[in-house]
């Protein structure tokens, strides 16, 4: 019998995680002057949660956290975003194994890792996925689309990097590193 792989603590990661998203999309977002269009430091949470917990928690804290915090603050979801905030946690969540946060480093060599995919899947993500489903979905037009992508696409890229990356080297500094302990 297969085991089911969403442990408790994983649920409770991606409720907490969800909120934490809420909270950041509303109180710690700059606005760019393009329509719609943030600086948003939930990305570089959504970054952090999903090299922790993984792939399954990283799309669902993505999914939840932007769908309830249009909802709450808009009134309404805007899916093709939604989508695009699950396929970004769900995607960076991918690269937690080979990046092993967990073992307490988190060097030069990891962090060229996480920031390569991250760029890759934010780039798709933004630059082609969520103006292709603005377009199929809410028959918006392709410049405004396309320059919205652009820019959130860029500032996510710059804000993961940064607090991204910072997140995770603070909380690999939290972790035993293998090897550590001596006995004696």
Known sequence: ??????????????????????ILGRFASIPTGIPNSNIETTYAFLALMSII????????????????????????????WVVVSLLVGFLIGLASKSIDIESGEFGTKKIITFNIVQVIVQA???????????????????????LQGLVVGISNMVTVAVIGTLLLLLYAKTRVQKGSLDKE
């Open 124 to 146: 798709i993500g933004w630059f082609l996925v969520a103006p292709s489903l603005d377009i199929l979905i809410y028959a918006e037009p392709a410049n405004k689309v396309f």
């Open 1 to 22: 019998m297969k085991e089911n792989n969403l442990s408790i603590k994983t649920i409770v990661a991606i409720g907490i995680g969800a909120a934490v998203f809420v």
């Open 53 to 80: 917990f993984g792939p399954v928690a990283g799309g669902l804290i993505g999914l939840i956290g932007h769908a309830l915090k249009d909802l709450i603050f808009y009134g309404s979801i805007w899916w093709s």
